[in-house]
């Protein structure tokens, strides 16, 4: 049994009662023991390998990486199944979108089976089922609500009924549609029928009875966590030709609704549709715990629904009037953005995309028990809640594009090795996270050397690089805040997101003249057929209910 917060590995003898543990490497996850062996395989989704332990002993025996190209860092391998007839073990690369094949016998991997879908990793398989004949292996592919059936043995070319005739082993066979984020597989012993769990269900859908101000004490089923119901799924096994036909079923739903090409004369999109030649500076705001109809519900320009608006402009009459007036400012310097979503259930998962760009299994399955309050250690900083490819600091770090990052505390701030450390370290604001209130920051009684507020902190950096023409290409800022924040003496507006509550942070310093000059290329070596030259992205995480 894999113990994973305390990296142990229970051995526990049914005959007798008695258990021993044995320590291994980064979170174990997954345990498998071949027939008729006295090795255990387990998965280690910290350190990237599957650990071999002989059970006379017990004793570690080999440490195998199992994280391929660009290696064990980061790769996260956790379901683990055993072939019933050959000596082999089959695991499930999570982060790499790619099934490791080892030799039980050599301990090695002797080959990868990629389930991933391009241009990008995200497939996410994260448990796995063998058939009882060892003909063909599944994978709960999480990250695109499927089943992925994976060819273990040739088929024949005189194959007939179902099966594929000539397929490799070793091949995707194809894709079989489940309901959201499935988390667990298996065949039943007869090998008639495969069984799915999925964790998310069908989504938490609308949740109008939440009692947004209550948070703890609200009713177990509006908060988002709590909306969500697993599902089952019980279906006869579907042939090799019936699983790749579902397969475009699959691909479908993994489509955005609603798409459109861009319009002509966009800054967003390059030529050939690549990266933007145009737009030189980026300022990226990241708002919580708000969505888009609390506080844009009346804008006649979005797709908004007046009735759940609670925050508004300056000037507007009756309760909700004057309480944001920097978020109107910004929807009215820069774009509306009404369908632009970072897609997670609380802030943990929200912020992990908005500057990853993804919130991985281990991340997925640990917050319910930290928002849970049973214990759980909030790890979300550390290296083991890493995305596949890190953050986006690393990668303009990596590709030679200066930023600034105001705020954001999980992404990427413990070393963990990596070549870009330094420079992301270097490239955070150190007080920015530090300031407790946008009301004014005292701290233990007395003044304090921190800024008044986030925009202070902001401002003072910003000042000094308009000064010295060395504004961040990137400059990424949280608006951070309690979600249910009440009145008190400190924090004299109630049930207001930091961030709104001192008029003087000015949304405009983004669009100040200066910035648009350099990218003009008054004083700057950057393009000089720039025409839109500053833009500022504004997303909420958490944009259902958090």
């Given at each position: 049994m894999a113990l994973e917060l305390s990296?142990?590995?229970?051995?526990?003898?049914?005959?007798?009662?008695?258990?021993?543990?044995?320590?291994?490497?980064?979170?174990?996850?997954?345990?498998?023991?071949?027939p008729d062996s006295r090795r255990a395989f387990v998965t280690s989704q910290g350190a990237g390998?599957?650990?071999?332990?002989?059970?006379?002993?017990?004793?570690?025996?080999?440490?195998?990486?199992?994280?391929?190209?660009?290696?064990?860092?980061?790769?996260?391998?956790?379901?683990?199944?055993?072939?019933?007839r050959r000596p082999l073990v089959y695991v499930a690369v999570a982060s790499r979108d790619r099934i490791a094949v080892v030799d039980t016998n050599r301990l090695e991997v002797s080959q990868f089976v990629d389930v991933g879908r391009a241009?990008?990793?995200?497939?996410?398989?994260?448990?796995?089922?063998?058939?009882?004949?060892?003909?063909?292996?599944?994978?709960?592919?999480s990250g695109e609500d499927a089943v992925a059936a994976i060819s273990l043995r040739s088929r024949s070319r005189r194959a007939r009924g179902g099966a594929i005739r000539g397929l490799r082993a070793f091949r995707l066979i194809g894709r079989i549609p489940t309901a959201a984020y499935p988390t667990g597989v298996a065949v039943t012993p007869d090998g008639r029928r495969l069984v799915w769990v999925a964790a998310k269900g069908l989504?938490?859908?609308?949740?109008?009875?939440?009692?947004?101000?209550?948070?703890?004490?609200?009713?177990?089923g509006t908060y988002t966590p709590t909306a969500l119901v697993g599902r089952l799924g019980v279906l006869s096994r579907p042939t090799d030709k019936q699983a790749r036909a579902l397969g475009a079923t699959t691909g479908a739903v993994l489509q955005p609704l609603g798409t459109a090409p861009p319009p002509l004369g966009t800054p967003?999109?390059?030529?050939?549709?690549?990266?933007?030649?145009?737009?030189?500076?980026?300022?990226?705001?990241?708002?919580?715990?708000?969505?888009y109809d609390q506080i844009f519900g009346t804008d006649p320009r979005g797709d908004g629904d007046p009735k759940l608006e609670l925050f508004d402009d300056n000037g507007v009459p009756g309760p909700t009037g004057g309480v944001t007036p920097n978020a109107h400012k910004l929807v009215r310097t820069f774009p509306?953005?009404?369908?632009?979503?970072?897609?997670?259930?609380?802030?943990v998962d929200g912020h992990l995309i908005t500057s990853g760009a993804d919130a991985i299994d281990y991340v997925q399955r640990a917050l319910h028990a930290n928002y849970g309050n049973r214990g759980r250690p909030s790890d979300f900083a550390d290296p083991i809640a890493y995305p596949p490819r890190h953050f986006l600091f690393d990668q303009a770090a990596e590709q030679g594009v200066s930023f600034r990052n105001y705020g954001e505390g999980q992404a990427g701030s413990t070393d963990d090795g990596r070549p870009t450390y330094q420079a992301v370290k270097d490239n955070t604001s150190p007080t920015y996270q530090q300031i407790a209130s946008d009301s004014g920051n005292t701290g233990g009684g007395g003044p304090s050397v921190l800024p008044l507020s986030h925009f202070d902190d902001f401002n003072q950096d910003f000042t000094r690089q308009l000064a010295t023409a060395t504004v961040p290409h990137l400059n990424y800022l949280t608006l951070p805040a309690r979600p249910h924040a009440r009145h008190h003496a400190r924090d004299p507006n109630p049930q207001v997101a930091r961030g709104q509550q001192r008029p003087r942070a000015r949304p405009d310093r983004a669009a100040d003249q200066r910035v648009t000059d350099l990218a003009r290329g008054a004083r700057s070596s950057w393009s000089?057929?720039?025409?839109?030259?500053?833009?500022?992205?504004?997303?909420?995480t958490g944009c259902r209910r958090s």
């Open positions: 990296s142990h590995v229970a051995i526990v003898d049914l005959a007798s009662g008695q258990t021993q543990s044995v320590g291994v490497d980064g979170s174990p996850t997954g345990v498998a023991i071949p390998t599957v650990d071999v332990l002989d059970l006379s002993g017990p004793t570690l025996v080999k440490r195998i990486d199992v994280g391929a190209e660009p290696g064990a860092a980061a790769a996260h391998p956790e379901g683990i199944a055993a072939d019933p241009p990008s990793p995200g497939t996410q398989p994260v448990a796995l089922a063998v058939s009882p004949k060892g003909d063909t292996l599944y994978a709960a592919d989504g938490t859908g609308p949740n109008l009875g939440y009692d947004q101000f209550a948070f703890n004490s609200a009713r177990y967003v999109v390059g030529p050939g549709g690549g990266p933007s030649d145009k737009i030189k500076y980026v300022f990226y705001i990241v708002r919580e715990n708000r969505v509306l953005l009404d369908h632009f979503y970072s897609d997670s259930e609380v802030s000089r057929t720039t025409r839109r030259t500053v833009r500022t992205t504004s997303t909420l």
